[in-house]
């Protein structure tokens, strides 16, 4: 069974930076896409960033050119650096990695807080 951790998360004020991490617990192959989740209090979880095995990316309309999605595979690692954070950011980020259409993995998530 694969876990994924993330981490970075915490209370940062509006207009400030913060870098999540996604670690795998082992190394494995064959992953098709990477991608950060959003979940705000009292709403659906919704699609931030996704990477794809090839290196192709998209966003959310919401965080485009303010958020990164990057991946270090020697690392095992998924990345999301936001930037220029405002209140609507707030919620907690899960990681999800997708090998197949049957196998997907997704982390316990990690608390961001963005204070007005």
Known sequence: QVQLVESGGGLVQAGGSLRLSCVASR???GIQTMAWYRQAPGKQRDLVAAITAGGTTNYADSVKGRFT????SAKNTLYLQ????NAEDT?????KWVLNVWTNYWGQGTQVTVSS
């Open 91 to 95: 919620g907690v980020y899960y990681c």
């Open 82 to 85: 936001m930037n220029s954070l």
């Open 27 to 29: 190394k494995f192959s």
């Open 69 to 72: 999605i990057s991946r270090d």
